[in-house]
């Protein structure tokens, strides 16, 4: 039963319903995840029927959400949109269409957009950066803002498109341009996008890979968003409301019911007063511009299992991905989660329009509290915590709404919450002054720069007092994790005197981006570089890695 509700999805429930009600009168007995059917006569006749005349329900991927779903929940806004999807009636924008509209934009407002390239995706197309400013003496707060890093969450690229018209065209919004300098990229994962499929041409993940860094997606924009420096990040996605584990809650499934969902990270290496500040500042805003206009919203919530038991994780610790990596450097980070994934074009107004809201009220935050920002990052700059290595988040019991869908009707559900944002720390050491590298290590220290990160060497051989991490524990994967065989090691540090090469390279922890390093460094931590294969090791090995805990520098 599982299996037929994981195929053919919750908008089946006639169907549903009817195999259900099979099932009680011992029509179907269940075995497992399977339904064996009693073979008589009759049943064996509407067996075939099933099979011969409904292969669509079980083979083909039909829009999941009902019209009653849409014209209750989810109707679309009266909105006049000129980006290119809306100038058609099918499909969303492709390539060759976003370049037509940013070219026409870059011809018709030269004095307030740049066009440029970061980079090329797999398939050879160059992908977009627009900067945005308008001449003013004021001083000015950096703000990224990125799309399309998955493929099939097409409200992202098209919100921040409007976003873009809107910005140009309307003096209201223009008018944010006199304190803030916006760089956009609207389409991150070019390939993806065309085929309209989540990952890129390599079949990974781009917002798995925001470390490990090993699509040229990820590099080209690792190292744009590096060289721009910027205090506050966007990055727009779309989320699946019909999820398998949905099927299996309520009576006949649930879908998700919130517009949006905040993806704000709980990482306890983003330093308190910036991972405060941003919901206060940004998010509370934001939430407050959702609720004028009717749009639900929740904190970021996926689903998991613990214990054979749906729990739902909220928020994120993971470096992995664009919400926490830009919050470790010390920027005020948010990723947004649109209702979208897996519903075509339905109502894809009210999509575009809750993207280009969020996007426009985290740059009103960031204009109205310019100096605020300034101060705050300062703050945070000069943080002198523990190294967090691992954690673990609060587990608790709490409401969520969602809609039934046999009844089409907001219910609340007590379901037990992983909360990132009340994590608690596991593992954790004295900060380091320093991280020294060992010269051989060139894709460690290749990736610690497309990080961001300022990079010293040493011009002599030098000895200096350090401590050593000593492989206690090993253990590798053997399936593969977007393109590796993950990593899972404990360690013993212990001081020692290490005599270090000429170019060994030295990454001090007194530079905005510091808790990047401890992210990828520390060898236990989820996201590091051990972790991901970058740093291949054994049990019992000394790793290539040492931590300089004297007070002054080298």
Known sequence: MQQLGMIVGPRSLSLLAFVRGLTSNNLLKPLGNSVLPVWNGSFLLLGLCFFLFCPPLLFSQPNPQSRKVTEKFFPDVDLNIQTPAFQKKKGFTKYEELMAFLQAYVDAYPDLVQLSFIGKSQKGKEIPLLLLSRPSEEEKVKVWIQAGMHGN??????????????????????????????????????????????YAANGLDLNRDQTKLMAQESISLKQAYSEFE???????????????DFAKMSTYGISSIYDAMFLY?????????????????F?????????????RHHDYMSTTKHRG?????????????????????????????????????TSFKRRVFTT????????????DNLAQIKQEIQQANTSQQEAYVQSKKHVSKQAIQAIDLDKNEEITLEVSIRDAWKSTATLSRDRPTAYLILPDQKAVIEKLSILGLSIERL?????????QYHITEYQKSSSLYEGIHQQFVSTQTSSTTHTFPIGTAIVY????????????????APNSFVTFEVIETKKEAILPIYRYLQPNRI
């Open 153 to 198: 969450e097409p409200a992202s690229t098209e919100g921040i498109l409007h976003l873009l018209d809107q910005l140009l065209t309307e003096e209201t919004y223009q008018a944010l341009l006199d304190r803030l300098e916006v760089a956009i990229v609207p389409m991150v994962n070019i390939d993806g996008y065309e085929k309209q499929n989540r």
């Open 230 to 244: 910027a205090e506050v990040a966007m990055d727009f996605h779309e989320y699946r409301p019909y999820r398998k």
């Open 283 to 295: 998010v509370i805003p934001a939430t407050q511009a959702m609720d004028q206009h009717q749009l």
């Open 309 to 345: 038991e749906i729990h739902f994780n909220q928020g994120s610790i993971n470096a992995r991905s664009s919400a926490t990596s830009y919050a470790l450097t010390n920027t005020i980070s948010c990723l947004f989660e649109i209702r979208g994934v897996g519903i075509g074009r």
């Open 509 to 524: 922890l007194d530079q905005q981006k510091s808790n990047l390093a401890i992210e990828v460094l520390e060898p236990e």
């Open 265 to 281: 990270s709980g990482n306890l290496n983003v330093p308190e007063n910036l991972r405060h500040f941003t919901k206060e500042a």
């Open 459 to 467: 011009t002599e051989e030098k000895s200096l007092p350090v401590e």
């Open 356 to 367: 280009f809201l969020l996007a426009s009220s985290f740059l009103q935050s960031a204009y």
